[in-house]
């Protein structure tokens, strides 16, 4: 019963970092049609702030909270200097992001060397009910992610703004036309996906290794997410999150890591087929 709480909370904790960082991709995709090839660099990037912290000895803290804004103000700046310039052209997105993320990758290199990193967890608290302890951290990092999460439904369901973003994502014309500024409502969504992306590599940092390529270990499956819960409804890319998330989180305790993968990407491939099958999908 104990190991049964552990696996479960160690799974939700990975699923909700995992929607974090799909929800990101599902934002910038809803809005703009834009495949963000380099969000799991962005996602590197607020490890590394929190990493940066630690090394000038600034407060745990100060260091997830710099990174949503590391990787927003790094989202806004490649919506300015690259994604406005060919948004409308899908192809051409997804080959320059996937060079940007190469490029991110060797400044991470560059600035912080290859090998692994590091990061102490800021507490050792545990929260023990009868026989059964888990670490506090895991409990906060799943409380930020949650209220993140639930903060992202609220500005794009019960918010000015959001009804800005589906009158934009439904017609650019009439909306601009009604004195919206669609730009604006791109730039805003792309830095608001890349914030996500920034906060839930800060959170996870004191969990993992933190080096240049652990974006691609977080954005293969949050395509996998939101391929399973579909790009379109939001809601979407919760059920996809559990199910390829949880799956990979509780499969690893008794598969390896990669036989593990192995099988979730099956399943995945299975949920899919069904779901856009033509009797009996998942829809």
Not at 79 to 104: F, M, V
């Amino acid at each position: 019963m104990v190991e049964a709480a552990a696996i479960g909370l160690n799974a939700a904790s990975y699923v909700l970092i995992l929607v974090l960082v799909a929800l990101g991709l599902v934002v910038v995709f809803g809005v703009m049609r834009v495949i963000n090839m380099a969000h799991g660099e962005l996602f590197m990037l607020g490890a590394y702030a929190v990493i940066a912290a630690d090394g000038l000895g600034a407060p745990f803290w100060l260091g997830v909270l710099a990174a949503p804004i590391l990787a927003g103000a790094a989202g806004a700046a490649i919506e300015a200097a690259l994604i406005r310039h060919i948004y409308a052209r899908p192809l051409d997105t997804i080959l320059a992001t996937w060079g940007l993320s190469l490029a991110l990758k060797q400044a991470i290199v560059l600035a912080f060397g290859p090998a692994s990193l590091s990061v102490p967890s800021p507490m050792d608290a545990t929260i023990a009910v009868g026989t059964f302890a888990y670490p506090l951290y895991r409990l906060i990092v799943m409380g930020v992610a949650l209220v993140a999460i639930l903060g992202v439904f609220i500005g794009f369901f019960r918010s000015g703004f959001g009804l800005m973003v589906r009158a934009v994502v439904a017609d650019p014309r009439s909306a601009a036309c009604l004195g919206i500024d669609p730009a604006l409502v791109h730039r805003v969504s792309f830095t608001a996906g890349a914030a996500l992306a920034g906060l839930a590599g800060g959170l996870i940092a004191p969990l993992i290794s933190v080096d240049p390529e652990m974006g691609v270990g977080f954005l293969i499956p949050a395509f996998l997410a939101i391929l399973v819960g579909g790009a379109g409804p939001l809601a979407g890319v919760l059920t996809g999150g559990v199910v390829v998330g949880g799956a990979d989180s509780v499969l690893t305790n008794w598969l390896s890591p990669v036989l593990a993968q192995v099988v979730v990407f099956a399943l995945a491939v299975v949920v899919i087929r069904l779901r856009r099958g033509p009797v009996g999908g998942l829809r």
